[in-house]
């Protein structure tokens, strides 16, 4: 079993920052791509952000430039460093963690309960 774990959601101002971290742990053998996802109100869950194990990025277009996922492979831990940050940005954000993993080495992809994201004045 693979429990993810997400921290550093909170109320920010419109313009300003905050960084989310993930943390996989559990039966984890390897993990091949940690994404970042965010749902609002009344919203689809939308992808913002992925890397995979090499390093290579993939970021919705709304967030170029001002947010970057970044990972340490030794902690099963990935990061989300948003910057000018909006109103509308404001969301539960999900990760994602996919790889293998178990006695049998079977894929998995296991979510994180969340961590709300409050962009308001």
């Known amino acids: 079993q693979v429990h993810v774990v997400e921290s550093g959601g909170g109320l920010v101002q419109p313009g300003g920052s905050l960084r989310l971290s993930c943390a996989a742990s559990?039966?984890?053998?390897?993990?091949?791509?940690m994404g970042w996802y965010r749902q609002g109100p009344g919203q689809q869950r939308e992808l913002v952000a992925a890397?995979?194990?090499?390093?290579?990025?993939n970021y919705a277009d709304s967030v170029k430039g001002r947010f970057t996922i970044s990972r340490d492979n030794a902690k099963n831990t990935v990061y989300l460093q948003m910057n000018s940050l909006k109103p509308e940005e404001t969301a539960v954000y999900y990760c994602k963690v996919e790889g293998r993993g178990g006695f049998l080495l079977h894929d998995f992809a296991s979510w994180g309960q969340g961590t709300q994201v409050t962009v308001s004045s």
């Open positions: 559990g039966s984890i053998f390897s993990i091949s791509a």
């Open positions: 890397i995979t194990s090499g390093g290579s990025t």
